[in-house]
């Protein structure tokens, strides 16, 4: 069984960065795929970055359009998520998720694994 614990939410002012985390700890492949999903309240949960498990692969949706940057630390089994120059319209909870199979992850689907979420808030 896959566990994510996020990390790196919190209160920025737009054109303000923030950097989320998440730990992964389970029995994990480098077939599998991690990956960044963010939801705001009333909308469909978006999916906007993912890479291989320890590397490669990498796919940005176009709304963030690589200003976003995923990452890893193979050491500490953690993905990052790099935030610069936030909008207050990317206001909304953003969550890790991680799935066996290829990778793009560009949707959600029930077999993947979840974090539990953090909030970003960005305000005008």
């Known amino acids: 069984r896959i566990q994510l614990m996020e990390a790196g939410g919190g209160s920025v002012q737009a054109g303000g960065s923030l950097t989320l985390s998440c730990v992964v700890s389970?029995?994990?492949?480098?077939?599998?795929?991690v990956g960044w999903f963010r939801q705001a309240p009333g909308s469909e949960r978006e999916a906007i970055a993912s890479q291989y498990w320890r590397g490669g692969g990498t796919w940005y949706a176009r709304s963030v359009n690589r200003r976003f940057t995923i990452s890893q630390d193979n050491a500490k089994d953690t993905a990052y998520l790099q935030m610069p120059n936030m909008a207050a319209n990317e206001t909304a909870m953003y969550y890790c998720a991680y799935g066996g199979g290829d990778c793009p992850i560009k949707r959600p689907a029930e077999s993947m694994y979840w974090g539990q979420g953090t909030q970003v808030t960005v305000s005008e």
């Open positions: 389970g029995i994990t492949y480098t077939s599998d795929c």
